[in-house]
């Protein structure tokens, strides 16, 4: 009895080792990381003292999570990688009013990466900065049989174009045209999130998923430890009109998961574990947009130490090559 008992325990015991799942944290202490079905990470944070300032305050009202300080916005979502919370906003322009919106002194741009400027209808819209100026605008021709898809705009009844810069303010202005069957429809023109737009179109909602940028300053570095020890790289955000935005994020040079904007908050991802256990390296390759902000991580697994970008030969590894490689980065957002 004794043999088999000793038997048991060693066969049982390393599979309760090998089944342990590790957690992330994506919210600071005591604080809570969901409102609903949507997670909030830090930067941001539900109740008082959970977020970086008071502007990432989120109310968490009937399981729906609102931007308290910007217009109590509802957030649809938050993503770490990409630097952007999508929100709900009022329509903001149909038919020929023209109306404007406005973040103010607030820590949000409009993203020109992940917004399309459309209009829905026929004739023309324009988008203009503060002092009136053009920005950008479509023009759609009337059809009453045009062919319509769903989140497709093609000059006729709908178009679509990109916005120059990232935005604090625009206006909008929409120049309906008399289609051919006599009638002046009311279009309707407005900024939208680019993955919200490919599921459908918005012309009769009173809500619209834009996507915004979210910026850190100098005061709020000392209210982030990035986890894992890792740096802070700066980004210059240009709007556009000759001015910038100094910000920065947390960088990770190898696959992690979780929240790396907490000191205790992420941890190896499965790919980089398996790869630690056959004596490699893991690291991260970053997929950037045009405005050099980070879009997507590749993960790679290594057995050759290695400068940023130089591979050397085996018998050259060195820790060094990678502490060198990666002490410092620094992004130029055009």
């Known amino acids: 009895m004794k043999s088999f008992?000793?038997?048991?325990?060693?066969?049982?015991?390393?599979?309760?080792a090998t089944t342990s799942i590790e957690v992330p944290n994506y919210a600071k202490p005591g604080c809570k990381d969901k409102c609903g079905n949507v997670r909030i990470p830090y930067p941001f944070g539900i109740g008082a003292n959970c977020s970086v300032n008071e502007w990432y305050n989120v109310d968490c009202n009937?399981?729906?999570?609102y931007l308290s300080a910007l217009y109590h916005l509802e957030v649809l979502g938050v993503d770490l990688e990409t630097q952007t919370v999508t929100v709900n906003m009022p329509a903001i322009s149909k038919c020929s009013q023209t109306k404007s919106v406005d973040l103010g002194r607030s820590p949000f741009l409009f993203s020109k990466s992940y917004n399309w400027f459309v209009y829905e209808g026929c004739g023309n819209a324009v988008m203009m900065d503060a002092d009136g100026s053009l920005l950008t605008g479509c023009s759609a021709t009337?059809?009453?049989?045009?062919?319509?898809?769903s989140n497709k705009c093609f000059g006729t009844s709908c178009c679509q174009t990109t916005?120059?810069?990232?935005?604090?303010?625009?206006?909008m202005n929409v120049t309906s045209l008399?289609?051919?069957d006599g009638d002046r429809a009311c279009g309707s023109a407005y900024l939208v999130d680019k993955n919200s737009?490919?599921?459908?179109?918005f012309s009769k909602n009173t809500l619209i998923p834009i996507s915004l940028l979210w910026t850190l300053g100098d005061l709020d570095d000392d209210q982030v430890t990035c986890c894992n020890g890792n740096g802070k790289s700066r980004v210059i955000v240009d709007l556009g009109n000759g001015t910038s935005v100094d910000t920065w994020k947390c960088y990770y040079?190898?696959?992690?998961?979780?929240?790396p904007y907490l000191s205790?908050?992420?941890?190896?991802?499965?790919?980089?574990?398996?790869?630690?256990?056959?004596g490699g390296i893991c690291y991260n390759e970053g997929k950037y947009n045009v405005d050099g902000l980070v879009t997507k991580w590749r993960q790679n697994c290594t057995h050759t130490l290695f400068l940023e970008g130089v591979r050397p030969e085996p018998k050259h590894k060195s820790h060094l090559g990678i502490f060198l490689g990666y002490l410092f980065r620094f992004h130029l957002v055009i």
């Open 62 to 65: 009937s399981s729906t999570p």
């Open 197 to 201: 737009h490919a599921k459908g179109r």
């Open 163 to 171: 916005i120059p810069g990232y935005l604090k303010l625009f206006s």
């Open 253 to 259: 040079d190898k696959p992690l998961k979780g929240n």
């Open 5 to 16: 008992q000793a038997y048991y325990i060693l066969i049982f015991l390393p599979i309760i």
């Open 178 to 180: 008399v289609s051919q």
């Open 264 to 278: 205790n908050g992420c941890y190896d991802s499965e790919e980089c574990t398996r790869c630690k256990n056959d």
């Open 142 to 149: 009337c059809s009453s049989d045009a062919l319509r898809v």
